[in-house]
């Protein structure tokens, strides 16, 4: 820790010391008087040495400080307006005003942008790449989900599980802010359209939660910029049956923006799910055959309302209220033939499943921010309280039939659970110069949790607890975490350097004393960025960061759902975090028509958390998580976006990495190593400017554990897309999984039993979407509802 702190006081008082000097200052402003941010203004000396860049503020003021003595080239440029170069004299100790420039719209450039702006893009930044949505018709049609499925990196799995780089220990935020996505609910509301950029941190900074041993994925929202009323109206219809109607509103003044959404989404789901199971295989075989058919139906309303005040040039307060109430029905229906060693069946049984599901989640935020009169100073402070309930309850019926047909007891079972979560936060962004920044900032995180659940069979007149499963769990949670940062940049070699440190304290108790735990992990989580651009279409990045992923309630939770009379899975209470150690190298080159990025990784893993399968005393197949010593992955990763002519873009990824697995519990042992690999390849057409096809292919390769071998998995999703009345409206048709080749499949041993198994979750669908636009633009937005604290 004070080897830390001196390295951050050496690395400060050497800016310090090496970047004595004068200062630049001056505005940018286009016709008639209005002010332009975000302006790169470059200072170069002799015309090519790099000596400062800094981008103009909101009121389009700049300040390059720090400068030595001499004769520049001063530049001001920004993407549709022309360029101005132009000479500047710095006398020692004496400020240089240059006055107000103003930018000329360039209407060729103009042009050019409009047909690039329609393109993915992929950038790297210091510490995160960022992909910037283009017109894809599969990143516009569908849910947030459906986008993050073609961003470089990333892939959501049939059940709706995000994973970056094969790994589902990620964490994903929208605006910087944590989000249920992994629930797979939360975006399910958020159109794909609505997303203006997707960052994918592999390494984060200290700014960022250590949550998320694979990385952060951060979704980037539109903002509407424009005045007045504006608003879009999105409606969904598909088959299997997808109703979904948003309609959206803004209004925006000089002081004030109101934004409103309100989401409404009827979807129906077709699921199949088949198992082989193959058990006393050392003695006397018995077989067993399942099939599930499963129906589900999802109801959701969200509503999310808020408004901007600026009470004045430098001050903002937000307010916002979103609900997102679900309800959801299901059905599935069991069949399960049992035969012995000369395959005929000897036993047949039938399960027929009705489930119930309500959830209501809430959430307040606030939020302030202060700007200064320095630029890029600024101070924000965030409040956020989750609060939300749920409930489900289960109706299974059971029938023999065979030999004898019988009815079986019926089963019921209920659970009901809520949760409180509080979180503050601020930062503070503090420019040293022209080329560094301090940035420093403390959190604090409050959360608990409540579940009860309980299992009965009917006997007679009466309801019987089946197998004492009755209980109630309360789950608390405290993370207080504070962070200091450093970047700055000497001519094209850039660095950032952070320290993040987290205090977490764990309390798990339950009415029968039987899973009473208090728990209590501190670490210190530092960063490393550094960034070397040869010119302006070519980076080279190194990068480091220490994570921890911390279990999910989920993986927590000891009560389970009585479904299936094969197979359960169950949480555990005694799991604890893991740490992983993650080393990056990336490389960016930029042509006319073709982008590469490759990237060569290396992540170090400790206390793995891994499935374990066994089979308890009544041939009941167990399924729970539990720590494992360590795992190591490295790997090598590949993206290219190749823009051949104007009309055609064509997108391909592969991610190719070795892993070793170490560890024991109780008597089964994991270590395993294998190979595998992801690959996506992505081509879109544009025909008469208004009319865009596209085609994804998706692979994620075959990968095992020390129990479980995990098929290849194979997916085709297509689009069409027309705009019309001057590109106000769109209409898009899609197809997710066409051919329905989706299909996940997997086989697990052990010592004398062997478990096949194929799962459908969905089948392929079908939608057409209309968007109506009012009164903006295509870069433009209404306000979205941001994320969850927690999953």
């Given at each position: 820790?004070?080897?830390?702190?001196?390295?951050?006081?050496?690395?400060?008082?050497?800016?310090?010391?090496?970047?004595?000097?004068?200062?630049?200052?001056?505005?940018?402003?286009?016709?008639?008087?209005?002010?332009?941010?975000?302006?790169?203004?470059?200072?170069?000396?002799?015309?090519?040495?790099?000596?400062?860049?800094?981008?103009?503020?909101?009121?389009?003021?700049?300040?390059l400080?720090?400068?030595?003595?001499?004769?520049y080239?001063i530049?001001?440029?920004?993407?549709?307006f022309?360029?101005?170069?132009?000479?500047?004299?710095?006398?020692?100790?004496?400020?240089?005003?240059?006055g107000?420039?103003?930018?000329?719209?360039d209407?060729?450039l103009?042009?050019?942008?409009?047909?690039?702006?329609?393109?993915?893009?992929?950038?790297?930044?210091?510490?995160?790449?960022?992909?910037?949505?283009?017109?894809?018709?599969?990143?516009?049609?569908?849910?947030?989900?459906?986008?993050?499925?073609?961003?470089?990196?990333?892939?959501?799995?049939?059940?709706?599980?995000?994973?970056?780089?094969?790994?589902?220990?990620?964490?994903?935020?929208?605006?910087?802010?944590?989000?249920?996505?992994?629930?797979?609910?939360?975006?399910?509301?958020?159109?794909?359209?609505?997303?203006?950029?997707?960052?994918?941190?592999?390494?984060?900074?200290?700014?960022?939660?250590?949550?998320?041993?694979?990385?952060?994925?951060?979704?980037?929202?539109?903002?509407?910029?424009?005045?007045?009323?504006?608003?879009?109206?999105?409606?969904?219809?598909?088959?299997?049956?997808?109703?979904?109607?948003?309609?959206?509103?803004?209004?925006?003044?000089?002081?004030?923006?109101?934004?409103?959404?309100?989401?409404?989404?009827?979807?129906?789901?077709?699921?199949?799910?088949?198992?082989?199971?193959?058990?006393?295989?050392?003695?006397?075989?018995?077989?067993?055959?399942?099939?599930?058919?499963?129906?589900?139906?999802?109801?959701?309303?969200l509503?999310?309302?808020?408004?901007?005040?600026?009470?004045?040039?430098?001050?903002?307060?937000?307010?916002?209220?979103?609900?997102?109430?679900?309800?959801?029905?299901?059905?599935?229906?069991?069949?399960y033939?049992?035969?012995?060693?000369?395959?005929?069946?000897?036993?047949?049984?039938?399960?027929?499943?009705?489930?119930w599901?309500?959830?209501?989640?809430?959430?307040?935020?606030?939020?302030?921010?202060?700007?200064?009169?320095?630029?890029?100073k600024?101070?924000?402070?965030?409040?956020?309280?989750?609060?939300?309930?749920?409930?489900k309850?289960?109706?299974?019926?059971?029938?023999?039939?065979?030999?004898?047909?019988?009815?079986?007891?019926?089963?019921?079972?209920?659970s009901?659970?809520?949760?409180?979560?509080?979180?503050?936060?601020?930062?503070?962004?503090?420019p040293?110069?022209?080329?560094?920044?301090?940035?420093?900032?403390?959190?604090?995180?409050?959360?608990?949790?409540?579940?009860?659940f309980?299992?009965?069979?009917?006997?007679?007149?009466?309801?019987?607890?089946?197998?004492?499963i009755?209980?109630?769990?309360?789950?608390?949670?405290?993370?207080?975490?504070?962070?200091?940062?450093?970047?700055?940049?000497?001519?094209?070699?850039?660095?950032?350097?952070?320290?993040?440190?987290?205090?977490?304290?764990?309390?798990?108790?339950?009415?029968?004393?039987?899973?009473?735990?208090?728990?209590?992990?501190?670490?210190?989580?530092p960063?490393?960025?550094?960034?070397?651009?040869?010119?302006?279409?070519?980076?080279?990045?190194?990068?480091?960061?220490?994570?921890i992923?911390r279990?999910?309630?989920?993986?927590?939770?000891?009560?389970?759902?009585?479904?299936d009379?094969?197979?359960?899975?169950?949480?555990n209470?005694?799991?604890?975090?893991?740490?992983?150690?993650?080393?990056?190298?990336?490389?960016?080159?930029?042509?006319?028509?073709?982008?590469?990025?490759?990237?060569?990784?290396?992540q170090?893993?400790?206390?793995?958390?891994?499935?374990?399968?066994?089979k308890?005393?009544?041939?009941?197949?167990?399924?729970?998580?539990?720590?494992?010593?360590?795992?190591?992955?490295?790997?090598?990763?590949?993206?290219?976006?190749?823009?051949p002519?104007?009309?055609?873009?064509?997108?391909?990824?592969?991610?190719?990495?070795?892993?070793?697995?170490?560890?024991?519990?109780?008597?089964?042992?994991?270590?395993?190593?294998?190979?595998?690999?992801?690959?996506?390849?992505?081509?879109?057409?544009?025909?008469?400017?208004?009319?865009?096809?596209?085609?994804?292919?998706?692979?994620?390769?075959?990968?095992?554990?020390?129990?479980?071998?995990?098929?290849?998995?194979?997916?085709?999703?297509?689009?069409?897309?027309?705009?019309?009345?001057?590109?106000?409206?769109?209409?898009?048709?899609?197809?997710?999984?066409?051919?329905?080749?989706?299909k996940?499949?997997?086989?697990?041993?052990?010592?004398?039993?062997?478990?096949?198994?194929?799962?459908?979750?969905?089948?392929?669908?079908?939608?057409?979407?209309?968007?109506?636009k009012?009164?903006?633009?295509?870069?433009?937005?209404?306000?979205?509802?941001?994320?969850?604290?927690?999953?």
């Amino acid at each position: 820790m004070k080897q830390i702190i001196i390295i951050f006081a050496v690395m400060i008082t050497v800016q310090y010391c090496f970047a004595q000097g004068s200062e630049i200052t001056g505005k940018v402003h286009e016709k008639p008087a209005l002010p332009i941010p975000y302006v790169t203004v470059t200072l170069k000396e002799n015309g090519q040495k790099q000596i400062g860049v800094v981008i103009t503020d909101s009121k389009g003021i700049f300040r390059l400080e720090n400068i030595p003595a001499g004769n520049y080239m001063i530049s001001f440029s920004l993407m549709g307006f022309k360029t101005i170069i132009q000479p500047v004299q710095v006398s020692s100790g004496s400020p240089v005003k240059v006055g107000t420039i103003i930018l000329e719209p360039d209407a060729k450039l103009l042009e050019e942008v409009s047909v690039i702006s329609q393109r993915t893009s992929v950038s790297l930044k210091l510490d995160k790449k960022v992909f910037d949505v283009g017109k894809d018709v599969l990143s516009s049609s569908g849910a947030v989900t459906d986008l993050l499925n073609g961003v470089p990196s990333v892939s959501v799995s049939p059940a709706g599980t995000v994973s970056l780089r094969g790994n589902t220990n990620v964490l994903v935020l929208i605006d910087g802010r944590r989000t249920g996505l992994t629930q797979g609910n939360a975006l399910e509301q958020v159109p794909a359209d609505q997303v203006e950029r997707v960052e994918v941190i592999t390494n984060p900074s200290s700014r960022f939660d250590a949550a998320g041993s694979a990385g952060i994925i951060n979704i980037i929202l539109k903002k509407n910029k424009k005045s007045g009323f504006s608003g879009q109206l999105r409606v969904v219809g598909g088959i299997p049956n997808e109703t979904r109607l948003s309609p959206s509103l803004n209004y925006k003044s000089n002081k004030l923006n109101l934004f409103g959404t309100y989401g409404l989404r009827l979807s129906d789901y077709v699921g199949l799910y088949t198992m082989q199971q193959s058990t006393g295989l050392m003695n006397t075989p018995v077989y067993l055959n399942q099939r599930q058919d499963e129906n589900r139906h999802d109801d959701a309303r969200l509503l999310y309302l808020g408004a901007d005040y600026q009470i004045n040039s430098q001050n903002i307060f937000t307010v916002a209220f979103l609900r997102n109430a679900t309800k959801d029905h299901d059905k599935t229906t069991l069949n399960y033939l049992y035969s012995g060693k000369n395959s005929l069946v000897d036993s047949s049984l039938v399960r027929k499943g009705e489930s119930w599901e309500k959830r209501s989640f809430n959430q307040l935020e606030a939020n302030y921010t202060r700007t200064f009169e320095r630029v890029g100073k600024k101070l924000t402070v965030d409040l956020q309280y989750d609060f939300w309930n749920s409930s489900k309850d289960w109706n299974l019926a059971t029938s023999k039939l065979l030999p004898v047909y019988t009815d079986l007891p019926v089963i019921r079972t209920s659970s009901a659970g809520g949760s409180k979560d509080f979180m503050i936060k601020t930062d503070m962004v503090q420019p040293l110069d022209s080329i560094s920044t301090l940035e420093f900032g403390l959190k604090a995180e409050n959360r608990s949790v409540t579940s009860d659940f309980i299992a009965e069979q009917q006997n007679n007149e009466r309801w019987e607890i089946i197998d004492q499963i009755d209980n109630h769990l309360l789950y608390k949670e405290l993370i207080g975490s504070a962070y200091v940062q450093f970047s700055g940049r000497t001519g094209d070699f850039s660095y950032q350097g952070g320290l993040r440190g987290e205090l977490t304290h764990i309390g798990i108790k339950d009415r029968k004393d039987s899973y009473t735990h208090d728990k209590n992990y501190n670490r210190l989580f530092p960063t490393l960025n550094i960034s070397y651009r040869f010119n302006e279409g070519t980076t080279l990045q190194g990068s480091y960061s220490k994570r921890i992923n911390r279990p999910s309630l989920y993986m927590i939770y000891p009560f389970n759902e009585l479904t299936d009379l094969s197979t359960r899975y169950i949480g555990n209470p005694d799991l604890n975090p893991s740490y992983a150690d993650v080393f990056e190298i990336t490389f960016l080159k930029n042509w006319k028509t073709l982008t590469i990025n490759p990237a060569f990784y290396y992540q170090r893993n400790s206390g793995v958390i891994e499935d374990y399968t066994y089979k308890d005393a009544n041939g009941l197949f167990i399924s729970m998580p539990v720590n494992i010593d360590k795992e190591v992955r490295q790997g090598f990763e590949l993206s290219l976006l190749y823009n051949p002519v104007k009309w055609m873009q064509v997108n391909t990824e592969l991610n190719i990495f070795h892993y070793a697995k170490q560890g024991t519990y109780q008597t089964q042992s994991f270590d395993y190593s294998g190979n595998t690999l992801t690959a996506r390849l992505s081509a879109q057409l544009k025909l008469k400017n208004t009319l865009i096809f596209q085609t994804v292919y998706n692979l994620r390769g075959a990968n095992a554990t020390a129990q479980t071998r995990t098929n290849a998995l194979h997916s085709i999703d297509f689009g069409c897309s027309k705009t019309f009345l001057k590109n106000k409206a769109t209409v898009t048709f899609d197809v997710s999984n066409l051919f329905e080749l989706r299909k996940s499949g997997s086989v697990t041993r052990g010592t004398d039993y062997e478990i096949n198994q194929i799962s459908i979750p969905n089948a392929a669908r079908y939608r057409l979407t209309l968007v109506y636009k009012l009164n903006l633009k295509d870069n433009q937005a209404v306000r979205q509802a941001k994320g969850v604290n927690r999953n």
